[in-house]
């Protein structure tokens, strides 16, 4: 998969995509990533990417032709199935089935917004969707693209060991994660639930399913009206 990220800040993305699987996905040929600057595209001497706005009013909106010319420049490679996506607060909610979605395509554009916001005609006539990354205002699309980037590329074939698959993943069934617990046995007096060195997979199974389902009651009872229960959890959840 090809990830091209348009931001005014290339910088931005030097460290945090540089390291750990990320870097491994690229070294691999996996995932490659790529960063342009809008204000690259943009002309006269000053090259300015923003403007104040029509109509009046505080703050600055980004122009139009320096994104179009920038994302312009990415859409001849590669071939495949392609997303723009501008990141801003008030696109479609990012989850893990958007992410799922994102990683069936072979190139996406991550578009960063910043100021108070693009002007329209990138919405409507340059990018596919506009996605939000939670119900809060960062100052600009860039920690959102890192996210987007991160979370689709642990999806994709081959990125993460057999060991820690996505499958097993919070969200993958719909339920937050079991606790999990390592050595030591005892740490400051606390024990490792005795089922869990039982050797007993089928009540550890049991067990793990429990606590994914009174976890996700108690902490976000929401995504319980999403999924299909199977017929033991009724009974889990009242033991
Ligand atoms: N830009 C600023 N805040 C954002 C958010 N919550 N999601 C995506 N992009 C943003």
Redesign the pocket.
Known sequence: MRIDIVSLFPEMFDGPLGHSIIKRACDAGLLSIGVVNPRDFAEGKHRIVDDTPFGGGSGMVMKPDPLFLAVESLTGEPAGRRRVIL???G?NR?DQAKVRELAGYDHLVLV??HYEGVDERVKEHLVDEA???????????E??AMVVTDAVARLIPGVLGAADAAEHDSFAAGLLEYPQYTRPREFRGWEVPEILVSGDHAKIARWRRKESLRRTLAVRPDLLDKIELEGLDAVLLRE
Do not use: A, H, Q, R
Request: aromatic share 4%; net charge negative; hydrophobic share 35%.
């Open positions: 990141l801003c607060p696109g990012l960063c917004g996605v939000s990354i939670g119900d809060y205002v960062l100052t600009g699309g920690l959102p």
